[in-house]
């Protein structure tokens, strides 16, 4: 069983920036990807970014050239640089790790970004 926490939301201004962290119970070297997901008031989850075992990270356009998805193995943490925030990027973020055939979701953090 992997536990997962989000930290880092918050209410900021449009331009501005913030890092979300997802602290993982378990080595993160085990996943086979770990990803970020967001889901605004009214809308379905929708994917931000990933980043799988071999290396690839792929990022959502809405969020191509803003947002970077890194982790930090000592730490077991993932996090989510956001940079230039719109307020369309309001939401609830959740991180998500896939550990062999098991997806598991952390409780998500609030961002608000405000005009």
């Known amino acids: 069983q992997v536990q997962l926490v989000e930290s880092g939301g918050g209410l900021v201004q449009a331009g501005e920036s913030l890092r979300l962290s997802c602290a993982a119970s378990?080595?993160?070297?085990?996943?086979?990807?770990m990803d970020w997901y967001r889901q605004a008031p009214g809308k379905q989850r929708e994917w931000v970014a990933g980043?799988?075992?071999?290396?690839?990270?792929m990022y959502a356009d809405a969020v191509k050239g803003r947002f970077t998805i890194s982790r930090d193995n000592a730490k077991n943490t993932v996090y989510l640089e956001m940079n230039s925030l719109k307020p369309e990027d309001t939401a609830v973020y959740y991180c998500?790790?896939?550990?062999?055939?098991?997806?598991?979701w952390g409780q998500g953090t609030q961002v608000t970004v405000s005009s």
């Open positions: 998500s790790v896939v550990q062999t055939v098991i997806t598991y």
């Open positions: 378990g080595s993160i070297s085990s996943f086979n990807r």
């Open positions: 980043r799988f075992s071999n290396g690839l990270i």
